[in-house]
């Protein structure tokens, strides 16, 4: 089963350069054991552009989706057994980039699983 692991912060700060070499070295646990299947880290919140096109026109806002103390720092997608798997790898994720970790199983389809594994 494939999860989404949203890394929350409360600063637009990126990551220290310790914070980032813990987190390679999670990334290469993550591969090593075969949970990997993606991950990335985002820009500030500052450089979104949210399009509503439900109107039949775009609308085009620079800036975030909402105003809020938080924002999605980054993700990683990750394939685990079961959530308690799961749970157990997002904790150290959270240890890893110093932040807090949401974890949210993906809804009705499981991700293919990428050629080789």
Sequence with gaps: ?????????????????????????????????GHWVFAGGLAAPSTATVIDNRGGAALFTDGPYVETKEYLAGFWIVEAADLDVAVKLAGDGS????RKVEVRPFAGV???????K
């Design 1 to 33: 089963m494939h999860y989404l692991f949203s890394v929350i912060h409360d600063a637009a700060d990126l990551a220290t350069d310790e914070e980032m070499a813990a987190i390679d070295v999670f990334n290469d646990r993550l591969k090593t054991e």
């Design 95 to 98: 240890l890893a980039c110093n």
């Design 110 to 116: 499981d991700l293919q699983p990428l050629p080789g």
